[in-house]
């Protein structure tokens, strides 16, 4: 069987049209979210829209639980679906809450979306004060049950923090190296080689804002980028996070940098000049592009063997160890 | 493998003591009420309790998802634990939180507790109308993910649409026939004959005021109604669900009967005069007992594979075919 091609962090606008783009790009396996500000109950809302679109389209998606659903994927030509928060909001204030959401699948939960959270603090706040007392019990939970810690959002300290207290690797799902793009957003180096260090990965994202020149980023500097953070961190700590957004309205981007916290709006990594989705670069529009960047990982000379790693394989080990009780 | 034994309807006031006689007693799989007037939200913290059960005694209990849960009960001396409603309230009004109460193992639900439901009538209302509009959409939505509708404590015509409109076999999992004991809980003729005729389980209960002369009820009486139970409707069709509500306050019949909709007390079964939980009978105190039930079968002259299949091969043949999404 082919190495297969996950892409750990989507949110499209769901719709019969993207399915198939993900079975036109050889996509085996996709995370998605599921909320960013949402309560319980809403993030519960949002998994029955998943349930109709199982049922709807049984042929393209099914729910991935386990690591083995990416071969059965694979085996039986569809893409699974695995779920993650990126903010702890449906949890609420309830530590119970994460062995539910892990029973109706939630494998990946941020904890914290920029903002301070009850469990950490954001990458947007002045001040970063790291694990909070109910963090490091709910680290500690989600170690226990099987859902994996995402820091992308996370501010350095609280980061640093999540690596050192979880007992199990953790993933930064959805982010570049600050190196080479200083946004608020990227991480540092000093957090990167924690994370790979510890057994976490990182998976590159091709959201403009995270990248060297934004939309008109070239697929060789995103490729060479890549290429540098192997020699830093190797290559089995590498892999994908598009965070596409396709077909979202701009009032999508406006509810994930503002929820219902703020009365002034909050334009995030835009601007009031450009508040809106930025364009994706040419070369990645969407699930049907995967095959671009694999060519251009081959293009700045990584062996077959690695380029798998990166498309896929170093995910598959990952979830394969992480989505299950602690051993 | 010895034949298991299971119980398929208990609500006691759960505690290491019950979980052990459970154990004690050769119980293999018990079907437990999670929720009576429960909100959602409050359903699933009932179902949070339950985690933290199974994390504290994983060597007593563990949560039962599918009918081969009960070999493996059998397999690592546990008894495999498996939830359902007694009425419909935690769904709410929406039909999306059937298959996630399915993903967190809910297998069975009332369509009513006594009263009218949004989806059925229940047994002490005075006029039956049968199976609502939202009622008809549930029970083939129960039907497509596999959870079992249970009619013990709805009205006739109610019971009879609901195995009527089901396409596949219901269970009425803890009462008794009504022409041994005329309770208002216990079943007609006709429905009985319904439910059995098209593979539907009867659970025998051995709560006190489902039972001919209550908590004197002889052994000999409750199994000789068996017997007759056998000759009306066949061996197959039987099985027990005692209705056992050990160690509970008398604030929890009271709740059961009342739960938020009633200013005025409701006595249900009992009365002003005996407002309690009734006395189990002499030889049925609590899950140590079901040898005495199964010596009583053989006393009435049910051979040892008929004992078998009423004390539990019955269930683990209905649990075989239920749980599981619809072929």
Known sequence: ?????????QYANWSEKIFRQMREGGVDAVHVTIAYHESFREAVLNLEAWNTWFEQYPNLIFRGLTGKDVQRAQETGRTAIFFGFQNPSPIEDDIGLVEVFHQLGVRFMQLTYN?????ATGCYEEDDTGLTRFGKQVVTEMNRVGMVIDMSHSANRSTLEAIDHSTRPIAITHANPAWWHGALRNKSDEV???LTTSGGMLGFSLYPHHLKDGSSCTLTSFCTMIAEAAERYGTDALGIGSDLCQDQPDSVVSWMRNGRWSKVTDFGEGSADAPGFPDMPGWFRDNRDFGQIAAGLQDVGFTAAEVAAIMGDN????YDASFGPAA
Do not use: E, G, K
Not at 1 to 8: E, K, L, Y
Not at 115 to 119: D, E, G, K, R, V
Not at 315 to 318: A, E, G, S
């Open 192 to 194: 990167l080689r924690a």
């Open 315 to 318: 995910w598959q080990r990952f």
């Open 115 to 119: 903002n301070q959270s009850l469990l």
């Open 1 to 9: 069987m082919r190495a297969p091609v996950i892409d750990n962090l």
